[in-house]
């Protein structure tokens, strides 16, 4: 059986990716340890389950501030439960404790160092044998809501219901990055808002678009008036030349009987 490190070796072959690319790492059964070694590089980890691989301590487990789901069912932990807390897991909400070693409530009682706990499972380990355990654990974890799956009322939490606060939380961050965007946008019309009004105050109040509109309506009807005008003189001109050729020919008319009558004498 091979050891801890050589199994994440060949899963991150396996997958051809970083271990910070890695959101959830799954090794059940896949090595031997007794300890958590060589998994303080994910540090983007959502989910991790190390279950069946005989593991007895949790002393130096790795800081995974992201850590979501972890699963540590069927090994032999017994105790030191603390040793979760000092690696910071402040995201943890989910923890499976199930078919290991620990015998009594009071070994439970590190858990108040994880702030987001809400779900635990401690099925088959020798403190279920306790009476009233489950009332004990929940009157100490004040923030927890399902104890192997039950709530206070004794009501089973629907299988669908960690999925949907997965999905949830994954919205979260989606709509926190798309308002970054929006807000990038925001800026981008501001700025170019800010160049127009620099540009206007720079060639003055004539460079508006409403103002040039108006401009251009003036000059064109000074065009239709100049129009309007040349053609009355053009029309003016035309009619001086008749006149004076119909009196130069009423003035030939008299000396032309002139002629004629000088003719009869």
Known sequence: MKDLPQAISDELSKQKKQPE???SLNLDARAKATSVQGIDAFVNLKSL???SLGLTTLEGFPKLPKLVRLTLSDNRISGGLQHLVDAGLTSLRVLELANNRIASVEELAPLKGLPSLQCLDVDACPLTKQPGHAA????MLDELKYLDNVDKEGRERD????EEDFEEEDAGEEEYEEGGGEGEEEDEEGAEFDEEKEYAVLVGPDAVGEDEDGDYEAEGEGDDDDDDEGEAEE???EGAPAT?????REDEEPEEGADEEGGDE
């Open 136 to 139: 004990k654990v929940f009157a």
């Open 159 to 162: 299988g669908d219901e960690e």
């Open 49 to 51: 389950s190390l279950c």
């Open 244 to 248: 004076g050729t119909k009196r130069k």
């Open 21 to 23: 690319e890695l959101v």
């Open 235 to 237: 029309e003016a001109g």
